[in-house]
C-alpha cells in the first residue's frame, strides 16, 4: 500500500506464522508419532523429535489395511468421477448453451434442480437405487400387469424378477457421485462469455457443431477444465460417507475407508504410530496433486462453488 | 435469426434438434437413476412405516415427522448440530478474516503463506478428524497433556463438551482455509482507487479495512456462512463417524449422523427418511441463498 508501517507488517507476518503453525503442528506431530514405535508413542510427554520407525510403521499399515488395493480403488473412483462428471458436464452445457431445441428450458430446469441436494440427504433410498439399479424397470413391470397378462395368454406362470446390482462396482461407487450439475453450470456460464463470432465463423467455414466444439469450444476451456478437475480429484479421493456404506467388500473400499479402520478404539492396541503413518500416507496425493497445481486449484475453487 | 434472444442461449446456435438430445442423454440419464428416483424415493418412504426386511409396508401419513417432533432425542440432536454449526461458523470466519487481512498487508511470502494455509482443503474431513482425535486423545494425545499439566481434567470420551470442542477444532481446522481463499480474494478485489483516496485522506490501514474492505466482503461472508452451514450439516459426518461415534451420550450427535444409525444401523427406514426430507428442505433453502448471491455478482446474459 501508499504508506510503510513497520509494526503492522511485523504484526501481520506474525499473525501469518501463527496461522502456518496451526496447520503445520498437526501435521508435525502426527509425523513424529508416526515415526516411533508403539512404546514410545504411548510416552507422557511425547518426544518432539521423530524416532527412526517410520518406514517401518508405513510398511504394516501398508499390508495390514491392504493399501495397495485400496489406493488402487481410490485412484479409479477419484479419475472416474473427474473425467466422468467433467465429460457429461460438457456436453450438456454445450446442448443447452448452443441449440434452440424444445425442452430446452426444461432440461436446464431439470439439471438445475439437482445442485439443490447434496448426496448426503438422500444415502437410503439411493443405497435402495443402486442396489438395484433396474428397480424402476421392475416397477414398469408391476404396474403394467405384464406377468398376469403373459399367463392369461400362454397359461405359463412366470415371475419376472430385473436385478441390476451395482454395490461393490466402480459404476456403483462413481455414477451417484456424478449425479450433480455444478460442472455443468460452470461450464454454461463460461460458454456465455465465449465470443459469438467464433460460431459464426466456424459456421461460414462449414463446421459441424461437433466439429466447433471439438477444434473450437474444447480448446478454449482447457484452463476451467484443468482447475475443475483438481477440486473433483480432490472430491472423488476424500469421499467417505458413500465408499463407506456401499461397499461390503473389503477389496472395493477406499482408502480412507481402509484408514478408518486401522483407528485405535477403546479396546484395542493404541497403535497410534501405524494409525498416523497410514494418515500421512493416504493424504500424500491430494496435497501432491494441490502443491504441483497451485494456480489452477485457486481459479478451480474460486470458480466452481459459484 | 438473432432477434429474440432467449436467456441463456448463445446469438449464434445451431438448430439441430436430435443432436442436443444425444448430448444431454448421459447426464439426464444419471440425474434420474441417481438423483430424480432416490429423491423421489425420499419422499415417498417419509409417509411410510415399513418393518426392517421391507415385508410390509403401509401408509402412515405424517406420523413420521410427528414421532420425530416429539422425539428428544432429535431435538437434542437439532441442537447439537445448531450449536456445532454457529461456533464453526464463527471460528472460521474469523480466523479465516485476520489470516485474510495479514496476507493482503504482507508483499514479501504472501505466496508461501497461502500454500501451506490452503493445504488442508486437500485433506479429508475424515483425516482431519484422526489427526485431531490423536492430538486430543486423552491418553497419548501430546495437547490432551499440556491440557493435563494446565489441571485441565480432559477428556473428549466422557465429557460432551469436551467432545464438542474436538469436533469443532477437527471441523474448523480444515475449513478456514476455504474460507480465507474467498476472503483474500475479495480482498484484492478492492478497488485500489477506493484505498489510495482514503490513504490520502489520512485513514490507517486499520481503519481502511473496516470503513472500506470489510463492508465491501460483506456480500462473500454471507455466501461463506451459507456455505459453512452446509459443510457444518453435512460433511461433518465423516469427522463424527470417526472421532466421536455422535458420543459421549449424544452429545456430537449431528443430524447427518442421526440419519445414518437410524437409517442403517436401526433400520428405521420411515423416521431416517423423514429425517433426511427436513434436512433436504433445509439444503434447498441453503442453495436458494446461495443463487441470490450469486445472481447478484455473476451477469447471465453476455
Same mark, same amino acid.
Given at each position: 500500500?501508499?504508506?510503510?508501517?513497520?509494526?503492522?507488517?511485523?504484526?501481520?507476518?506474525?499473525?501469518?506464522?501463527?496461522? !502456518? *503453525?496451526?496447520?503445520?503442528? %498437526? =501435521?508435525?506431530?502426527?509425523?513424529? @508419532?508416526?515415526? /516411533?514405535?508403539? #512404546?514410545?508413542?504411548?510416552?507422557?510427554?511425547?518426544?518432539?523429535?521423530?524416532?527412526?520407525?517410520?518406514?517401518?510403521?508405513?510398511?504394516?499399515?501398508?499390508?495390514?489395511?491392504?493399501?495397495?488395493?485400496?489406493?488402487?480403488?481410490?485412484f479409479i473412483?477419484?479419475?472416474?468421477?473427474?473425467?466422468?462428471?467433467i465429460?457429461?458436464?460438457?456436453?450438456?452445457?454445450?446442448?443447452?448453451?448452443?441449440?434452440?431445441?424444445?425442452?430446452?428450458?426444461?432440461?436446464?430446469?431439470?439439471?438445475?434442480?439437482?445442485?439443490?441436494?447434496?448426496?448426503?440427504?438422500?444415502?437410503?433410498?439411493?443405497?435402495?437405487? !443402486? *442396489?438395484?439399479?433396474?428397480? %424402476? =424397470?421392475?416397477?414398469?413391470?408391476? @404396474?403394467l400387469? /405384464?406377468?398376469? #397378462?403373459?399367463?392369461?395368454?400362454?397359461?405359463?406362470?412366470?415371475?419376472?424378477?430385473?436385478?441390476?446390482?451395482?454395490?461393490?462396482?466402480?459404476?456403483?461407487?462413481?455414477?451417484?457421485?456424478?449425479?450433480?450439475?455444478?460442472?455443468?453450470?460452470?461450464?454454461?456460464?463460461?460458454?456465455?462469455?465465449?465470443?459469438?463470432?467464433?460460431?459464426?465463423?466456424?459456421?461460414?467455414?462449414?463446421?459441424?457443431?461437433?466439429?466447433?466444439?471439438?477444434?473450437?469450444?474444447?480448446?478454449?476451456?482447457?484452463?476451467?477444465?484443468?482447475?475443475?478437475?483438481?477440486?473433483?480429484?480432490?472430491?472423488?479421493w476424500?469421499?467417505?460417507?458413500?465408499?463407506?456404506?456401499?461397499?461390503?467388500?473389503?477389496?472395493? @473400499?477406499?482408502?480412507?475407508?481402509?484408514?478408518?479402520?486401522?483407528?485405535?478404539?477403546?479396546?484395542?492396541?493404541?497403535?497410534?504410530?501405524?494409525?498416523m503413518?497410514?494418515?500421512?500416507?493416504?493424504?500424500?496425493?491430494?496435497?501432491v496433486?494441490?502443491?504441483?497445481?497451485?494456480?489452477?486449484f485457486?481459479?478451480?475453487?474460486?470458480?466452481?462453488?459459484? | 435469426?438473432?432477434?429474440?434472444?432467449?436467456?441463456?442461449?448463445?446469438?449464434?446456435?445451431?438448430k439441430?434438434?436430435?443432436?442436443?438430445?444425444l448430448?444431454?442423454?448421459?447426464?439426464?440419464?444419471?440425474?434420474?437413476?441417481?438423483?430424480?428416483?432416490?429423491?423421489?424415493?425420499?419422499?415417498?418412504?417419509?409417509?411410510?412405516?415399513?418393518?426392517?426386511?421391507?415385508?410390509?409396508?403401509?401408509?402412515?401419513?405424517?406420523?413420521?415427522?410427528?414421532?420425530?417432533?416429539?422425539?428428544?432425542?432429535?431435538?437434542?440432536?437439532?441442537?447439537v448440530?445448531?450449536?456445532?454449526?454457529?461456533?464453526?461458523?464463527?471460528?472460521?470466519?474469523?480466523?479465516?478474516?485476520?489470516?485474510?487481512?495479514?496476507?493482503?498487508?504482507v508483499?514479501?511470502?504472501?505466496?508461501?503463506?497461502?500454500?501451506?494455509?490452503?493445504?488442508?482443503?486437500?485433506?479429508?474431513?475424515?483425516?482431519?478428524?484422526?489427526?485431531?482425535?490423536?492430538?486430543?486423545?486423552?491418553?497419548?494425545?501430546?495437547?490432551?497433556?499440556?491440557?493435563?499439566?494446565?489441571?485441565?481434567?480432559?477428556?473428549?470420551?466422557?465429557?460432551?463438551?469436551?467432545?464438542?470442542?474436538?469436533?469443532?477444532?477437527?471441523?474448523?481446522?480444515?475449513?478456514?482455509?476455504?474460507?480465507?481463499?474467498?476472503l483474500?480474494?475479495?480482498?484484492?478485489?478492492?478497488?485500489?482507487?477506493?484505498?489510495?483516496?482514503?490513504?490520502?485522506?489520512?485513514?490507517?490501514?486499520?481503519?481502511?479495512?473496516?470503513?472500506?474492505?470489510?463492508?465491501?466482503?460483506?456480500?462473500?461472508?454471507?455466501?461463506?456462512?451459507?456455505m459453512?452451514?452446509?459443510?457444518?450439516?453435512?460433511?461433518?459426518?465423516?469427522i463424527?463417524?470417526?472421532?466421536?461415534?455422535?458420543?459421549?451420550?449424544?452429545?456430537?450427535?449431528?443430524?447427518?449422523?442421526?440419519?445414518?444409525?437410524?437409517?442403517?444401523?436401526?433400520?428405521?427406514?420411515?423416521?431416517?427418511?423423514?429425517?433426511?426430507?427436513?434436512?433436504?428442505?433445509?439444503?434447498?433453502?441453503?442453495?436458494?441463498?446461495?443463487?441470490?448471491?450469486?445472481?447478484?455478482?455473476?451477469?447471465?446474459?453476455?
Amino acid at each position: 500500500m501508499v504508506e510503510r508501517a513497520p509494526v503492522l507488517d511485523g504484526i501481520c507476518h506474525a499473525i501469518l506464522l501463527v496461522g !502456518v *503453525a496451526f496447520v503445520c503442528v %498437526p =501435521l508435525y506431530l502426527a509425523f513424529v @508419532a508416526g515415526s /516411533l514405535t508403539i #512404546a514410545e508413542v504411548q510416552q507422557v510427554p511425547l518426544p518432539w523429535l521423530p524416532g527412526d520407525q517410520f518406514v517401518q510403521n508405513l510398511r504394516t499399515a501398508w499390508t495390514q489395511a491392504n493399501f495397495g488395493r485400496l489406493f488402487f480403488n481410490s485412484f479409479i473412483v477419484a479419475a472416474g468421477i473427474t473425467v466422468g462428471k467433467i465429460a457429461v458436464s460438457l456436453l450438456s452445457a454445450f446442448a443447452i448453451t448452443y441449440f434452440r431445441f424444445r425442452f430446452r428450458m426444461t432440461a436446464f430446469w431439470l439439471i438445475f434442480v439437482s445442485l439443490m441436494l447434496p448426496i448426503e440427504v438422500r444415502i437410503s433410498p439411493t443405497y435402495e437405487s !443402486v *442396489a438395484n439399479a433396474a428397480l %424402476p =424397470l421392475q416397477w414398469v413391470v408391476e @404396474a403394467l400387469h /405384464l406377468s398376469s #397378462a403373459w399367463n392369461a395368454i400362454t397359461g405359463h406362470t412366470i415371475d419376472i424378477q430385473l436385478q441390476w446390482n451395482m454395490v461393490d462396482t466402480y459404476p456403483g461407487l462413481i455414477l451417484p457421485l456424478i449425479a450433480s450439475a455444478s460442472a455443468t453450470f460452470l461450464f454454461r456460464q463460461f460458454f456465455l462469455t465465449v465470443p459469438d463470432e467464433l460460431c459464426e465463423a466456424s459456421r461460414l467455414d462449414g463446421a459441424s457443431p461437433m466439429q466447433f466444439f471439438w477444434s473450437i469450444l474444447l480448446p478454449l476451456s482447457r484452463s476451467n477444465i484443468a482447475a475443475l478437475a483438481i477440486i473433483l480429484f480432490l472430491y472423488g479421493w476424500n469421499q467417505y460417507l458413500w465408499p463407506l456404506l456401499f461397499t461390503t467388500d473389503k477389496d472395493m @473400499a477406499t482408502a480412507v475407508i481402509g484408514l478408518k479402520h486401522l483407528i485405535p478404539r477403546a479396546d484395542s492396541q493404541p497403535a497410534w504410530n501405524v494409525a498416523m503413518s497410514a494418515a500421512l500416507l493416504t493424504m500424500l496425493p491430494p496435497i501432491v496433486v494441490v502443491v504441483a497445481l497451485q494456480r489452477s486449484f485457486v481459479k478451480g475453487l474460486v470458480d466452481s462453488s459459484k | 435469426m438473432a432477434a429474440a434472444i432467449e436467456s441463456g442461449l448463445k446469438r449464434a446456435h445451431f438448430k439441430d434438434v436430435r443432436l442436443p438430445v444425444l448430448l444431454l442423454l448421459p447426464q439426464l440419464a444419471i440425474l434420474l437413476f441417481f438423483f430424480f428416483i432416490p429423491s423421489f424415493r425420499a419422499l415417498g418412504q417419509a409417509f411410510f412405516l415399513s418393518d426392517p426386511f421391507g415385508n410390509t409396508v403401509h401408509f402412515v401419513g405424517f406420523d413420521n415427522f410427528a414421532q420425530l417432533l416429539q422425539s428428544d432425542t432429535y431435538h437434542e440432536s437439532v441442537q447439537v448440530t445448531v450449536v456445532f454449526t454457529i461456533l464453526q461458523n464463527l471460528l472460521t470466519i474469523a480466523v479465516a478474516l485476520v489470516l485474510a487481512f495479514a496476507s493482503d498487508r504482507v508483499i514479501r511470502g504472501r505466496g508461501i503463506y497461502k500454500a501451506i494455509i490452503l493445504l488442508p482443503y486437500a485433506i479429508a474431513p475424515v483425516i482431519a478428524g484422526i489427526l485431531w482425535a490423536f492430538l486430543f486423545n486423552p491418553a497419548v494425545g501430546p495437547l490432551a497433556q499440556v491440557l493435563h499439566a494446565l489441571g485441565l481434567a480432559w477428556d473428549p470420551n466422557r465429557v460432551g463438551s469436551d467432545a464438542m470442542i474436538l469436533v469443532i477444532l477437527a471441523a474448523s481446522w480444515k475449513h478456514v482455509c476455504y474460507d480465507y481463499i474467498f476472503l483474500l480474494a475479495g480482498l484484492l478485489a478492492v478497488p485500489s482507487s477506493l484505498m489510495e483516496a482514503a490513504a490520502v485522506d489520512g485513514a490507517g490501514p486499520l481503519r481502511r479495512f473496516f470503513t472500506i474492505g470489510l463492508p465491501l466482503l460483506m456480500p462473500t461472508m454471507f455466501f461463506l456462512a451459507v456455505m459453512n452451514f452446509v459443510y457444518g450439516f453435512f460433511e461433518i459426518f465423516a469427522i463424527v463417524d470417526a472421532v466421536t461415534q455422535g458420543g459421549p451420550a449424544g452429545a456430537t450427535n449431528v443430524l447427518v449422523f442421526k440419519v445414518y444409525v437410524d437409517g442403517f444401523i436401526n433400520l428405521d427406514l420411515g423416521s431416517s427418511a423423514a429425517q433426511s426430507v427436513i434436512l433436504m428442505i433445509f439444503a434447498l433453502l441453503m442453495t436458494l441463498l446461495q443463487f441470490r448471491y450469486v445472481e447478484r455478482r455473476v451477469s447471465y446474459d453476455v
